[in-house]
T-cell receptor, first 111, second 116 residues
Framework: DAKTTQPNSMESNEEEPVHLPCNHS???????IHWYRQLPSQGPEYVIH???SNVNNRMASLAIAEDRKSSTLILHRATLRDAAVYYC????????????FGDGTTLTVKP | DTAVSQTPKYLVTQMGNDKSIKCEQN?????MYWYKQDSKKFLKIMFS???????INETVPNRFSPKSPDKAHLNLHINSLELGDSAVYFC???????????????FGEGSRLTVL
């Protein structure tokens, strides 16, 4: 019952930008869009989040569509250490932040 | 210093046994969670506590009982273990998502439970 859909896998070359898409067509007005990534045998790691406006931090950028029904995580220069499963989730403060992670996108970075 | 720490990291046990997984966070957060990740890699929320109060209780068998002695600790006790309980269990913490609106999650490294 994940509320987001993502491609199962994507590939990128090292030092090239990567655009990871996420669809969330049933997003509510109070849902925040969060991105996490999970390296093998580790817990998920927070990457970035946003509500309506595009966001940048040291790890990535988040581009949010005007209708908020989709978003894109942008890694500006992929490195081998960015190879992971990337999850896009919605967190609603009115629902105690309840969220289930969907399939995620497995990103492979080629040297 | 590990922000969210879980013990044990690995747990192998027989069906029917009772086991516990402990979690501690030193981030000063007031909300803690238990997630279950099955073999298909879905991460599903099980419980959430805010300041020792249960705020999320998903459809989980009542063999699973969370306990929060204080806001820095959330333990998971599982009675009468079944084969289907085999999974990786992740503890997480955040600021109260109902008030901050952001509440980014910080996860532990996981506890892999194998039921034989």
């Amino acid at each position: 019952d994940a509320k987001t859909t993502q491609p199962n896998s994507m590939e990128s070359n090292e030092e090239e930008p990567v655009h990871l898409p996420c669809n969330h067509s049933t997003i509510s007005g109070t849902d925040y869009i969060h991105w996490y990534r999970q390296l093998p045998s580790q817990g998920p790691e927070y990457v970035i989040h946003g509500l309506t406006s595009n966001v940048n931090n040291r790890m990535a950028s988040l581009a949010i569509a005007e209708d908020r029904k989709s978003s894109t995580l942008i890694l500006h220069r992929a490195t081998l250490r960015d190879a992971a499963v990337y999850y896009c989730i919605l967190r609603d403060p009115l629902d105690a932040g309840k969220s289930t992670f969907g399939d995620g996108t497995t990103l492979t970075v080629k040297p | 210093d590990t922000a969210v720490s879980q013990t044990p990291k690995y747990l192998v046990t027989q069906m029917g046994n009772d086991k516990s997984i402990k979690c501690e966070q030193n981030l000063g957060h007031d909300t803690m969670y238990w997630y279950k990740q099955d073999s298909k890699k879905f991460l599903k929320i099980m419980f959430s506590y805010n300041n020792k109060e249960l705020i999320i209780n998903e459809t989980v068998p009542n063999r699973f009982s969370p306990k929060s002695p204080d806001k820095a600790h959330l333990n998971l006790h599982i009675n009468s273990l079944e084969l289907g309980d085999s999974a990786v269990y992740f503890c997480a913490s955040s600021q109260d998502p109902r008030t901050t609106g952001t509440g980014e999650l910080f996860f532990g490294e996981g506890s892999r439970l194998t039921v034989l």
